[in-house]
């Protein structure tokens, strides 16, 4: 029987929206493609307001996920035209778990799911029973309450 594809599992995402999901080589360059996905898409949906932090959340979410030396890497992007949302979604089948840390500014690393968390709505991450690992996703708002708050 075919294995239930990985978007099935990650929390927010829904095909009948506008959305990519991409199988990455599991390398540093996974994290360079994953950002020019992320660009085309944005520009595809008139939704470039997202670029910048969109971007960086993707960088950081793909690289952690290429640190743990997963078998596979799936990068998943999807947009909620009516709510004005973007969801970013992250599935290895590698080791380990996201762990907070409280950020060491002095420290080069420890910051990415300090900057994921300050540049999302929301995050989280959940276990992939059947495909191991997990997924870890982010969600963005488009800023417009923001400027009005
Ligand atoms: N996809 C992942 N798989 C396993 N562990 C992860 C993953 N993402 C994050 N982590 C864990 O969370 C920790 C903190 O991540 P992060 O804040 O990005 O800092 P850094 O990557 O610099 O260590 C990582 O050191 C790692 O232990
Ligand atoms: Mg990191």
Known sequence: MAEAPVWHHAPAFNQDRPHYALALAIKPTAVAVARELVKAALQEWEATLFCDDAVLVTSELVTNAVRVEPEKLVFMIDYVVADGLLNLSVWDDGPGVPEPR????????????????NLSRTWGWEPTPGLGGKITWAQLGCGEETATD
């Open 102 to 117: 409280e950020p060491d500014f002095v420290n080069e690393s420890g910051r990415g799911l300090w900057i994921i968390e």
